[in-house]
């Protein structure tokens, strides 16, 4: 694909979901715009996606340092 064949995906769906938003009464869709979960409705802003909670950072330079574990 070329760039402008993913410009205008990216156009065409920001356009439907336009769309799909316009569909929706004024409650539904300040809902559907809050930002949350659809699977648990909680505030989908306060996740940690692409975090590593079992990442060791001290681990990490010591060893980017040559060190041995």
């Known amino acids: 694909m ?4 993913f410009l ?5 769906l920001a356009l439907d979901q336009e ?13 559907a715009e809050s930002g ?6 909680g505030a ?3 996740t940690s996606a692409g975090v ?4 060791d950072m ?3 330079a010591r060893l980017a340092q040559g ?3």
């Open 2 to 5: 070329k760039r402008r064949d």
């Open 8 to 12: 205008w995906c990216a156009l065409n």
């Open 19 to 31: 769309e799909e938003l316009g569909r929706l009464c004024p409650a539904c869709r300040a809902e």
């Open 36 to 41: 949350r979960c659809p699977v648990c409705g």
């Open 44 to 46: 989908a802003e306060d």
């Open 52 to 55: 590593n909670g079992s990442f």
């Open 58 to 60: 001290e681990r990490f």
């Open 67 to 69: 060190e041995a574990t």
